[in-house]
C-alpha cells in the first residue's frame, strides 16, 4: 500500500476562515477537557492512603474507571446534549481530537524521554482532521469537506491517478489555512533493486553533505543568513503590549517569517534529493542518529540546515519515488579509514579538514573520503566487487601505488 500526502493551498474567505477557527476553538476545548480529566485521576491516585495533602486534594471516587478513549468518547456523545454548541463540529472529527489525547498519554508512558502531554494554547492547537470522507468529494479546484460542503482550494499540483482520497486534514499556518489529502493506493511497489552506479553520501560539518563523486554542498544557512531581520522583528515586538493588535500582528509576521524560511529549506531539501538521484542507482548514507546530533555542537548548524530529515524522510522517499537504492550502513570508523589503501589513519580532529594518509600520501577533504568509505562499504554489503585498488602496505608508504583521486571516484 502507498500512501501520500499532498498539501494544498485553500483560497480565503472571511466566512469560511471563521467557521475554521471556531472548529478549532471547539476541538481544543474538547481536547483540553479531556487532558484535564485524566490528569485529575492521575492526582486522585497519588494521594497516600492513611494522610491527604493539608491544602487540598484530588477527591474522585476509588471505583471510578480511569477516563480512556472508550469512556471519553461515551461521555461525548453525552456531552452534546448539554452543549449543543459541540455539535457545530463533525463528530468524527472530535473522535479524533480525543483519540490524538490517547495517543500523547499511551506516547508519555511506552516512549522514553517523552514529555508528559501538556493543555494546549491556540499556538500549539493549530489543526483538525476528517478522518472519513464523502464520496466523490474530489473536484478541479475545488473539495468537499463533511458537514462543511465544498471549499476552493489553489490546485497548485494535479491530484495522483489510481489514488483514492483517505483523510483530510486542515492545516493554520501563518500564511493561511491548508488542506493535506491523505491518498491511498492498494497496489504495492516492489523496493529498488541495487543498480549499477554508487554514490556515497556523506553528512559534515562545515559542509552540508559531501559526496563520492566529488562535490561538496554547502549548507545555505537559511536562518542564520537571516538572523537579522528575526532580531529585529523581535525586538519591535518587546516594545509592545502584550496581547495587543499590533503584538498580534507582529507575532504574525515573525511566523510568517519562519514559514517561509521553513518553505525554502524544505525546496532546497527536494530538489538536492532529485540532483543526487540524477547521478546514481544506489545511494549509501551513514546511519546516525541526527536527533542526538543536533542537541549536541552542532546543534545551530544541524537544525537549521535540517540534515535529519533530509537523511531520513526526504532523501528514501525521492529514492523510493525514482526507484533508486537506498541503504544505510554502520557509521563507525568511517572517518578513520583511508578510501585508497583502507589502513585505518586514526581519530582526526574536528578542525582537521584534509585526510592525508600517511602510508600511502593521499590527500582529500576528509568529508570527501569518508563518502568513499562508505560507497565501498556499501557495494560490499549488496555484493558488488568494489573498485579501489587492494595493496599490501607493509611499513609506512612503501611500496604503495598512490592513486590520483580520479581513480577512486571513478571506482
Ligand atoms: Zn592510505
Known amino acids: 500500500m502507498i500512501v501520500l500526502t499532498y498539501r494544498y493551498k485553500i483560497k480565503p474567505t472571511k466566512q469560511l476562515f471563521r467557521?475554521?477557527?471556531?472548529y478549532l476553538d471547539i476541538c481544543r476545548s474538547v481536547y483540553n477537557f479531556a487532558h484535564a480529566e485524566r490528569k485529575a485521576w492521575l492526582e486522585s491516585r497519588k494521594s497516600r492512603m492513611d494522610c491527604c495533602s493539608i491544602l487540598s486534594e484530588y477527591i474522585i471516587a476509588a471505583d471510578a474507571p480511569f477516563p480512556s478513549y472508550k469512556n471519553q468518547a461515551k461521555a461525548l456523545t453525552e456531552a452534546k446534549k448539554k452543549f449543543p454548541h459541540l455539535k457545530l463540529v463533525n463528530a468524527q472529527t472530535l473522535q479524533q481530537v480525543l483519540k490524538r489525547l490517547d495517543k500523547?498519554?499511551?506516547?508519555?508512558?511506552?516512549?522514553?524521554?517523552r514529555g508528559f502531554p501538556r493543555f494546549r494554547s491556540k499556538n500549539r492547537f493549530r489543526s483538525f482532521v476528517f478522518p472519513q470522507l464523502l464520496k466523490n468529494c474530489l473536484d478541479q479546484r475545488k473539495v468537499k469537506l463533511p458537514s462543511i460542503g465544498w471549499i476552493k482550494i489553489r490546485q497548485s499540483r494535479p491530484y495522483p491517478?489510481?489514488?483514492?482520497?483517505?483523510?483530510?486534514?486542515?492545516?493554520?499556518?501563518?500564511?493561511?489555512?491548508y488542506l493535506m489529502i491523505v491518498f491511498q493506493s492498494t497496489e504495492t511497489v516492489p523496493d529498488a533493486l541495487p543498480g549499477k552506479k554508487s554514490l556515497g553520501i556523506d553528512a559534515g560539518i562545515s559542509n552540508f553533505i559531501a559526496t563520492s563523486n566529488q562535490e561538496l554542498i554547502k549548507s545555505p544557512k537559511f536562518l542564520r543568513s537571516k538572523l537579522k531581520k528575526l532580531k529585529k522583528l523581535q525586538l519591535q515586538l518587546k516594545n509592545k503590549t502584550k496581547g495587543s493588535n499590533n503584538w498580534l500582528k507582529l507575532q504574525n509576521k515573525i511566523a510568517l517569517f519562519h514559514e517561509k524560511v521553513s518553505n525554502a529549506r524544505r525546496d532546497w531539501l527536494f530538489k538536492l534529493a532529485h540532483h543526487l538521484c540524477d547521478?546514481?542507482?544506489?545511494?549509501?548514507?551513514?546511519?546516525?542518529?541526527?536527533?542526538s546530533w543536533s542537541k549536541g555542537l552542532f546543534r545551530k548548524q544541524s537544525l537549521d540546515s535540517g540534515i535529519g530529515s533530509f537523511m531520513n524522510e526526504i532523501l528514501p522517499f525521492i529514492c523510493w519515488k525514482r526507484n533508486k537504492f537506498y541503504l544505510k550502513l554502520n557509521k563507525d570508523y568511517s572517518s578513520q579509514e583511508c578510501p585508497?589503501?583502507?589502513l585505518f589513519t586514526g581519530k582526526k580532529l574536528l578542525n582537521q579538514r584534509l585526510h592525508i594518509c600517511p602510508y600511502c600520501n593521499i590527500e582529500v577533504d576528509r568529508d570527501i573520503a569518508s563518502s568513499l568509505i562508505l560507497k565501498q562499504r556499501g557495494k560490499t554489503a549488496v555484493g558488488q566487487p568494489v573498485g579501489y585498488k587492494e595493496i599490501a602496505c607493509g611499513e609506512r608508504g612503501a611500496g604503495v601505488e598512490q592513486l590520483t583521486l580520479f581513480d577512486l571516484v571513478t571506482a
Open 19 to 22: 467557521q475554521f477557527d471556531q
Open 104 to 113: 500523547a498519554w499511551s506516547d508519555f508512558f511506552k516512549i522514553p524521554d
Open 161 to 177: 491517478i489510481g489514488f483514492t482520497p483517505k483523510q483530510f486534514q486542515i492545516v493554520k499556518k501563518a500564511s493561511g489555512y
Open 279 to 291: 547521478q546514481t542507482d544506489n545511494i549509501f548514507i551513514e546511519d546516525i542518529n541526527y536527533k
Open 340 to 342: 585508497n589503501c583502507r
